[in-house]
């Protein structure tokens, strides 16, 4: 990809772009060993090798972060007053990242951190139907009449009924243990689905979405970066 030397460093986090500007000014900015002389130069990409202050960049066009969102954050990319998920990407380059989907703020687990709005398209679209899987805990028994119930799709006030789920009892007790797979994501669907049947969410985590699966390693609070075919 051909791109100007001030977006290729803005975008690989080096700073705004006047401030890379003025390092190129500075003459701290070098092209393939030879000092850069301006802002407007045209960078491959693939091929040329871009150094600040002698560290050599790796340009990435998109970057991938699995994170375990932790309860307490919000799913946004900008938010003026609250600490926010893209906050948790210590290592990110890129300023333009943002999460596909949200999650409530109490709920915790997998959550992908990316700037790819193609990808992001194909796992969040209506008409893909990516399964998304939630363990849950809920105040209640859980029954087997709650399976067939789902999976002939629940009114939860919206126009349109959901689209079949399917429920898995891990423990069926005052509190019960389950996970819940849907192919859709609206909002706070899964709290909504077990109000239908009288019972209440009181613990919610995405263990998976399409075929990325959590990494059970992970601590609420951490990420690890990803490649794009882990993905899709
Ligand atoms: N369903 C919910 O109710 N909440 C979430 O965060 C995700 C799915």
Redesign the pocket.
């Known amino acids: 990809m051909r791109i100007r030397l001030d977006k290729y460093l803005a975008d690989m986090g080096v700073g705004t772009r006047t401030e890379v500007r003025r390092l190129i000014g500075k003459g701290l900015v070098c092209v393939n060993g030879e000092k850069a002389g301006k802002a407007e130069q045209k960078i491959d990409s693939e091929k040329d090798g871009v150094s600040v202050n002698g560290n050599l960049l790796v340009y990435e066009e998109f970057e991938y972060y699995m994170l375990n969102k932790p309860a307490g954050i919000i799913?946004a990319s900008e938010d003026k007053r609250e600490k926010i998920v893209v906050d948790l990407i210590g290592e990110a380059h890129r300023r333009d990242l943002f999460p596909v989907?949200?999650?409530?703020?109490?709920?915790e687990g997998l959550l992908l951190i990316t700037n790819d709005g193609a990808l992001a398209h194909q796992l969040l679209s209506p008409k893909k139907h990516v399964d998304?899987v939630?363990y849950a805990r809920v105040r209640g028994r859980v029954t087997e009449d709650d399976v067939v119930f789902f999976s002939e799709g629940v009114d939860i006030g919206d126009e349109k009924k959901t689209l079949p789920a399917k429920l898995d009892i891990l423990h069926s007790a005052e509190e019960s243990e389950i996970e819940l797979t849907?192919r859709e994501?609206?909002?706070?669907?899964?709290?909504?689905?077990f109000e239908a049947v009288g019972k209440e969410?009181v613990y919610?985590k995405?263990i998976r979405m399409g075929k990325l699966v959590l990494d059970p390693s992970l601590e609420p609070g951490e990420y690890k970066k990803l490649g794009k075919d882990a993905i899709l």
């Open positions: 799913s989907g949200r999650l409530d703020r109490d709920t998304k939630y849907i994501g609206r909002f706070h669907q899964v709290k909504r689905m969410v919610l995405r």
